[in-house]
T-cell receptor, first 114, second 111 residues
Framework: AQTVTQSQPEMSVQEAETVTLSCTYD???????LFWYKQPPSRQMILVIR??????QNATENRFSVNFQKAAKSFSLKISDSQLGDAAMYFC???????????FGKGTRLHILP | KAGVTQTPRYLIKTRGQQVTLSCSPI?????VSWYQQTPGQGLQFLFE???????NKGNFPGRFSGRQFSNSRSEMNVSTLELGDSALYLC??????????FGSGTRLTVV
């Protein structure tokens, strides 16, 4: 069965600094999708970034970028120039195919220190 | 463009009762998925509906059921509520099954 592991329950970073959130996953599939979702106190899950496994290039969305290491089954999220609004729970997630369910990690709570 | 709307936002029920939660997807989205979020178990997949048919199902007991209407709106029902059913229930919609957009959830408390 596919699993997603986030080993850092909580992290803190100074405002304007860079932070990296870790995620590893386990799968025997060769084609799949990976995501990072953000859940602020408003509870709504917001898609931060997505990566298709067949793409070698790491996805980037403004201040958010990933380091996708397919062989190591690692998918870390880097947040540059951290802002107070980045404070939230961050979930790493995996989906096997377009029509399959999303499997989430346990989450990392990110605190931004002013 | 309106987002995914879940109603009600908060709900308090007594053990043994049943409850129905509603999810209105983004217009044009035909896939609706439901997730349960608890502090202990995290986010767990309940089921997914596409064009009124259940396409995927998670590992939850039969007390948890759902349906989807012709306008893509979806409901999930939990019968014979247990204390452990207290959770945030999230709904997500997508056009075909990718690019999910989540709602803000329904917080269910069972007392």
């Amino acid at each position: 069965a596919q699993t997603v592991t986030q080993s850092q329950p909580e992290m803190s970073v100074q405002e304007a600094e860079t932070v990296t959130l870790s995620c590893t996953y386990d799968t025997s599939e060769s084609d799949y999708y990976l995501f990072w979702y953000k859940q602020p106190p408003s509870r709504q899950m917001i898609l931060v970034i997505r990566q298709e496994a067949y793409k070698q290039q790491n996805a980037t969305e403004n201040r958010f970028s990933v380091n996708f290491q397919k062989a190591a089954k690692s998918f870390s999220l880097k947040i540059s120039d951290s802002q107070l609004g980045d404070a939230a729970m961050y979930f790493c997630a995996y989906r096997r195919g377009r029509d399959d369910k999303i499997i989430f990690g346990k989450g990392t709570r990110l605190h931004i220190l002013p | 463009k309106a987002g995914v709307t879940q109603t009600p936002r908060y709900l308090i029920k007594t053990r043994g009762q049943q409850v129905t939660l509603s999810c209105s997807p983004i217009s044009g989205h035909r896939s609706v998925s439901w997730y349960q979020q608890t502090p202990g178990q995290g986010l767990q997949f309940l089921f997914e509906y596409f064009s009124e048919t259940q396409r995927n199902k998670g590992n939850f007991p039969g007390r948890f059921s759902g349906r989807q209407f012709s306008n893509s709106r979806s409901e999930m029902n939990v019968s014979t509520l247990e204390l452990g059913d207290s959770a945030l229930y999230l709904c997500a919609s997508s056009p075909q099954g990718n690019g999910y957009t989540f709602g803000s959830g329904t917080r269910l408390t069972v007392v």
